[in-house]
């Protein structure tokens, strides 16, 4: 989407670079999730808002830097829960960025064994087919360690191309959301 688009769909700060993200709540305990009842700092943001979030950061560039500001309608200023909540928000980013490293590590260490698995199965479907005589049982075991070993090759393939590719955008975004300033903005302005 270019530029001008966003700008008509996003307002735009020219100071600061960035994007507004616009967000209206009733009052604050609307942004988090209402079946997670622990202390601000340290609940889980409701699920709608999270991917209402990551949608607009995968929607504006990723040179831009992004502004949230939550409109709460019903409520008057209260400079206490305000911060309280930036950092429940910044808490719940940086839990996000940790089982994302976790992930990737995940995925790095399941792409490693399939390798591993993958290269066995070839060298024992070769030496299979090398140096023991050709018979029907040897024939077909050979054939599956070949065809098990270029699956688990497959599949490390597929792990490094498709699963590590999303963890690391997510990663970005989410780190992208953690970065973000956030603002409370109060009435119906």
Not at 17 to 43: G, H, K
Not at 57 to 69: A, C, G, N, R
Request: negative net charge; proline residues 1%; contains cysteine.
């Amino acid at each position: 989407m270019k530029i001008k688009e966003l700008k008509k769909l996003y307002k735009y700060d020219d100071r600061k670079n960035a994007f507004v993200v616009d967000v209206q709540l009733e009052d604050y305990r609307d942004a988090y999730s209402e079946w997670d009842f622990s202390p601000f700092t340290n609940r889980d943001l409701d699920e709608d808002l999270t991917d209402y979030l990551l949608e607009c950061s995968y929607e504006i560039p990723i040179k831009y830097d992004m502004i949230i500001d939550f409109h709460i309608l019903n409520q008057s200023k209260n400079k206490v829960r305000e911060e309280k909540s930036v950092i429940g928000m910044h808490n719940y980013f940086g839990y996000q960025l940790r089982k994302l490293k976790k992930r990737k590590i995940r995925v790095v260490r399941d792409m490693v064994t399939f390798l591993i698995i993958g290269s066995i199965l070839l060298l024992a479907g070769f030496y299979l087919d090398e140096f023991f005589k050709e018979t029907l049982l040897l024939s077909v075991l050979s054939e599956g360690f070949f065809i098990g070993g270029w699956v688990m090759i497959w599949e490390m393939f597929s792990a490094w191309l498709f699963d590590l590719k999303e963890v690391r955008s997510r990663f970005k975004h989410f780190e992208r959301l953690n970065d973000s300033t956030i603002v409370y903005s109060y009435g119906k302005d």
